[in-house]
């Protein structure tokens, strides 16, 4: 089992920072791609980046390209989402969420575990 818990969510304005936070518990050894999902209100769940956990190789979906940075931790077991350059299309709820697959995915049902959310707020 694998527990995934997101912190760091909160109100920015355009054009800020925002640093997310996802500590990783449990069977760590089995973990692959520690990814992040966002949804927004009225809109389908979307992968935001896939970061690759023995390297820390991260994939980014193309709106979140250059703006957002993903990066781990090994020592605290947290895996970060930088966010840099944001605008209103970035708010929504933030979720954490780790497979075992070893190609990354944006495929939400591919994941075998997810963290409860947080949730980010751009607006002026």
């Known amino acids: 089992q694998l527990q995934l818990e997101e912190s760091g969510g909160g109100l920015v304005h355009p054009g800020g920072s925002l640093r997310l936070s996802c500590v990783v518990s449990?069977?760590?050894?089995?973990?692959?791609?520690i990814c992040w999902f966002r949804q927004a209100p009225g809109k389908e769940r979307e992968g935001v980046s896939c970061?690759?956990?023995?390297?820390?190789?991260?994939y980014y979906t193309r709106s979140v390209e250059g703006r957002f940075t993903g990066s781990k931790d090994n020592a605290e077991n947290t895996v970060y989402l930088q966010m840099n350059s944001v605008n209103t299309e970035d708010t929504g709820d933030y979720y954490c969420?780790?497979?075992?697959?070893?190609?990354?995915?944006?495929?939400?049902?591919?994941?075998?575990?997810w963290g409860k959310g947080t949730h980010v707020t751009v607006s002026s």
């Open positions: 449990g069977a760590i050894s089995r973990t692959y791609y």
């Open positions: 969420a780790a497979t075992i697959l070893s190609t990354a995915t944006f495929n939400s049902n591919a994941m075998d575990y």
């Open positions: 970061t690759y956990a023995p390297d820390g190789t991260t």
